[in-house]
């Protein structure tokens, strides 16, 4: 483990002498915690919660790199508040009512035992509803969105101006959705065995575009990073299918065909003049590398331009959740993960934080269980607390498709205790939380 900075500039301290301010080391690797990073400022009085949820009793200050004095002064200290007292068990209904409730719902046994209020349950019940109700909107959304990628990839050849001017309204409007105010990630519940190449061009777009949006790109830039997206693999085409789906794992002939894949791809997007010269240097350097062992010219560092820097960590990113042979892929986290600690040398850290301050902590699709035991899935990101995302709760007493959802933001007690593989969930809870072969985002807004 790399410290920042000299030694005398780091000292060890327990959990309870921490404040928000102070920068920590975790300590012990990867492998000895679930934080997708071992050194990061505390934000939030939650993140002490996190630590004494993973049970971590001491850490690293970084003396010069926190905001606040170590230790912090007494008026520094945190409040501390009482749980509310469990409310008397009453059984839950077992067929929600679909008006408007006028009596708060009795919370069930899972909510009851860790002191939650029946408005707890109520509230959750209520997020849940309106969750659905954005990803429904997402939903039509996404499939607007892949026949429309479909057709500009298809005719991307084509005589004259018209698929020029139909890419450049695509792509204008899915920039001007990302960079609303009330623009939201969700995990969809639908296309999830779509294997096509228009598939992960739009998964690639649109992470792409949240990451430009995180790292500040100007508006021009996001429309060049959009552009680059939708068009950066369209050279697949031209592979035979076995180069295809090899995906460049294959013997060193077929490494060297599917490789060609880029230069295809650029020669193809030339002839569309909506495809400007940084989308173009984009497309080409989607597959190079930051420690300079990809492809085609191997060029390291910031040579690499910016646009085919972010391509580069999404379209990774897509290829392990989604593989092109493959039904079953990693698992969201597993995947993020496997970026910083395997792969982290192949991409630039600002881009992969970003990225990952994109897509949150715990990204929508991962399963996980939570501190006081139960199971869920998440669904939606909290952009500032990426640590506290929305959660769809396994609650047996309730039909699968009104589940509670509960916003971790909002949930003082209850946090994220571990991720999990499929293979660790019982089957009962797979069934009901339905976690998706291929993982799918879009994007919805307010209203």
């Given amino acids: 483990m790399f410290g920042f900075g000299k030694d005398e500039n780091r000292v060890k301290a327990k959990i309870a002498d921490l404040r928000p301010g102070h920068f920590i080391e975790l300590e012990g690797g990867w492998f000895a915690h679930n934080f997708i990073r071992s050194k990061f400022?505390?934000?939030?009085?939650?993140?002490?919660?996190?630590?004494?949820?993973?049970?971590?009793?001491?850490?690293?200050?970084?003396?010069?790199?926190?905001?606040?004095?170590?230790?912090?002064?007494?008026?520094?200290?945190?409040?501390?508040?009482?749980?509310p007292a469990p409310v008397e068990a009453t059984a839950a209904q077992e067929t929600p009512p679909t008006t408007p409730l006028t009596e708060p719902r009795p919370a069930p046994p899972f909510l009851r035992n860790n002191g939650a209020t029946p408005a707890t349950f109520e509230q959750a019940l209520q997020?849940?509803?309106?969750?659905?109700?954005?990803?429904?909107?997402?939903?039509?959304?996404?499939?607007?969105?892949?026949?429309?990628?479909?057709?500009v990839m298809k005719n991307l050849l084509a005589p004259g101006a018209a698929v020029a001017e139909r890419t450049r309204e695509f792509v204008s409007n899915a920039v001007a959705t990302v960079i609303s105010d009330d623009a939201t990630l969700h995990l969809l519940s639908s296309r999830h065995g779509e294997m096509s190449l228009r598939f992960h061009s739009l998964q690639v777009m649109t992470l792409s575009l949240l990451t430009g949006k995180r790292m500040g790109l100007s508006e021009t830039e996001l429309q060049d990073l959009a552009t680059a997206a939708l068009f950066h693999d369209c050279g697949i085409g031209r592979l035979q299918d076995s180069v295809r789906m090899s995906a460049g794992s294959g013997?060193?002939?077929?490494?060297?065909?599917?490789?060609?894949?880029?230069?295809?791809?650029?020669?193809?997007?030339?002839?569309?003049?909506?495809?400007?010269?940084?989308?173009?240097?984009?497309?080409?350097?989607?597959?190079?590398?930051?420690?300079?062992?990809?492809?085609?010219?191997?060029?390291?560092?910031?040579?690499?331009?910016?646009?085919?820097?972010?391509?580069a960590v999404v379209d990774r990113y897509d290829y392990l959740v989604n593989p092109p042979a493959s039904p079953l892929g990693m698992t969201p986290a597993e995947t993020l993960l496997r970026l910083f600690q395997q792969e982290g040398a192949r991409f630039d850290k600002k881009v992969l934080h970003a990225f990952a301050k994109s897509i949150g902590i715990y990204p929508p699709g991962s399963i996980v269980q939570l501190s006081d035991g139960r199971y869920g899935?998440?669904?939606?990101?909290?952009?500032?607390?990426?640590?506290?995302?929305?959660?769809?709760?396994?609650?047996?007493?309730?039909?699968?498709?009104?589940?509670?959802?509960?916003?971790?933001?909002?949930?003082?007690?209850?946090?994220?205790?571990?991720?999990?593989?499929?293979?660790?969930?019982?089957?009962?809870?797979?069934?009901y939380l339905n976690p998706r072969g291929r993982v799918a985002y879009f994007y919805s807004r307010g209203g």
């Fill in 377 to 431: 899935i998440v669904i939606g990101v909290n952009a500032d607390a990426l640590m506290c995302p929305s959660v769809l709760v396994y609650e047996p007493s309730v039909p699968k498709g009104q589940a509670p959802v509960l916003d971790l933001l909002e949930t003082a007690d209850v946090n994220i205790k571990n991720c999990l593989a499929s293979v660790m969930v019982p089957k009962e809870v797979l069934d």
């Fill in 251 to 311: 013997s060193r002939i077929e490494q060297e065909a599917y490789q060609s894949h880029v230069l295809y791809s650029v020669e193809m997007a030339r002839s569309c003049s909506v495809v400007s010269k940084p989308a173009l240097a984009a497309i080409l350097t989607h597959h190079e590398t930051f420690n300079g062992t990809g492809y085609p010219k191997k060029i390291a560092g910031e040579e690499i331009p910016l646009l085919g820097r972010v391509l």
């Fill in 41 to 83: 400022l505390i934000e939030s009085p939650r993140v002490l919660d996190e630590l004494r949820a993973a049970g971590i009793q001491s850490v690293l200050v970084h003396l010069d790199k926190s905001t606040i004095p170590f230790p912090a002064p007494p008026d520094l200290d945190l409040p501390r508040t009482e749980a």
């Fill in 127 to 151: 997020r849940g509803s309106e969750m659905r109700r954005r990803q429904e909107a997402a939903e039509q959304a996404h499939a607007s969105a892949l026949q429309e990628t479909q057709f």
